[in-house]
């Protein structure tokens, strides 16, 4: 869905909200393939009237180019056309450009304790600056203290605590028939990998494997609420198929293996300073290898005992273009947050929204398989950015570009694993 119909949908969801009627919509909206039978089930076990439009619109941005145009066709067809004009024209608007901070001058007053003949005592300077409303608060400056390994704490995330944190990874294999999700062959040996490297790095880590999608999200409150408090740092790994949902600020969604969608931002914001207190301060580090495409296709498993060059031949071209739209494995792109975004935190994905992520059946997936060689020989050196950097140029080398690791990355220090 382009941009600006996103943001039609989205000024105009406060009135749609308020006014549709969401009862005609739903045989259409199958009718049509924007939406299959049990997504319509889900939608319509919302709640009220008002909860089912305002969940039908949010999910309306992922279901592609035609939704947009189609969405306005059913409303006329069916009584609503009010509506479609309405969408029509904050489609067609201009968006409002964003206002300026409020500036002001202030007088600042230059005082040296031996004054300069050239420089008048207290001279005076205007200089615009902010209002003090508008002005973002900054973090206080750690206390200067022990050295981490020769790095002086207030520049690097303090990693003293044995066991470092927490690590949980959700591994979903198998998923149910009516998912229409295939079974992503090559997921344990991710998961066996990235256990013993977190092991090594010394994390506490736990596994679960083929979960629905509100055991997920109870496997990850279960480690918000934790105690962090005598923890340095919080891991999160998933290894799912994945699709695009709407965001402000984490684009995707992992699927449980009821074939339910998870936001990434949900996932994150579980995690974030208000909702887990014991973590403030504290990198929260979040690795996704999932890949899926907007009809929640069955996915893509390169057979590794074909040559290389094979697996990367012309006849894998189409699949690896990104933006095109139905393909195996490739996410539509979706909007990139412009908004504040939590600190402490980085979310690594396998692959950046519209590109394919591939996995063989005997080796795992190109992202984990990078990942985990390349905390191996660079871990006890090198800041976790700099590593996922390495990351991303071996596996983009090695698909010749046709998948490129994407990472939203919020910390405000440098992060260095500690191996004892």
């Keep these: 869905m382009e941009e600006r119909q996103r ?37 319509q076990s919302a709640g009220s009237r008002g909860e089912q439009a305002r969940q039908l619109i949010i999910d309306l941005e992922t279901r592609g180019k035609q939704a947009f145009p189609a969405f306005l066709s059913i ?62 608060r900054m973090p206080p400056v750690p206390a200067r203290g022990s050295a981490v390994d020769k790095r002086s704490r207030d520049q690097d995330y303090e990693m003293k605590a044995d066991p470092c944190g927490h690590c949980l990874i959700l591994n979903n294999v198998n998923f149910c028939r009516d998912s229409g999700l295939s079974t992503r062959e090559g997921s344990d040996i991710d998961c066996e990998k990235l256990e013993r490297r977190f092991k090594a790095l010394c994390f506490t880590v736990l596994t679960r494997r083929d979960l629905k999608a509100q055991e997920m ?31 402000i600020q984490f684009p995707g969604g992992v699927y449980g293996t009821d074939g339910k969608p998870i936001p990434i931002e949900k996932i994150v914001n579980y ?50 273009i990104p933006f095109r739209v139905p393909s195996d494995n490739v996410d539509e792109p979706d909007a990139i947050a412009s908004l504040p975004t939590p600190s402490d935190i980085l979310v ?39 590593m996922l950097v390495r990351v991303a140029h071996a596996v983009s080398a090695r698909g010749r570009y046709k998948q490129i690791p994407g990472c939203f990355n919020f910390l405000r220090k440098k992060f260095f694993f500690v191996c004892r």
């Design 271 to 320: 995690f974030n300073g208000s909702s887990c207190p014991s973590l403030r301060g504290k990198p929260k580090l979040f690795f996704i290898q999932a890949c899926g495409g907007e009809q929640r296709d069955q996915g893509f498993v390169v057979d590794c005992d074909s040559p290389k060059e094979e697996a990367l031949g012309d006849s894998l071209e189409s699949d690896a």
């Design 348 to 386: 690594s994905y396998s692959t950046f929204p519209g590109f394919v992520s591939w996995r063989e059946k005997s080796s795992g997936s190109w992202y984990v398989e990078t990942l985990d060689s390349v905390l191996e020989q660079y871990a006890h050196s090198e800041d976790l950015l700099s």
């Design 75 to 136: 409303l006329r067809d069916t009584g609503q056309g009010h509506l479609a004009e309405m969408l029509m024209q904050e489609c067609e608007s201009r968006p409002v450009p964003p206002q300026l901070p409020d500036l002001r001058p202030v007088e600042l007053e230059l005082q040296e304790a031996n004054q300069r003949k050239d420089v008048i005592p207290h001279e005076r300077l205007s200089i615009p600056v902010q209002a003090e409303s508008e002005r973002p």
């Design 7 to 43: 943001r039609a949908l989205r000024r105009g969801r406060a009135r749609l909200v308020a006014a549709l009627r969401v009862e005609p919509l739903w045989e259409p909206l199958e009718q049509r393939g924007l939406f299959t039978r049990p997504m319509l089930e889900e939608l």
């Design 217 to 247: 999200v109870l496997e990850l409150l279960k480690l918000s609420r934790q105690d962090h408090s005598a923890l340095d740092c919080c891991i999160v790994v998933i290894l799912s198929h994945g699709c695009q949902t709407s965001h």
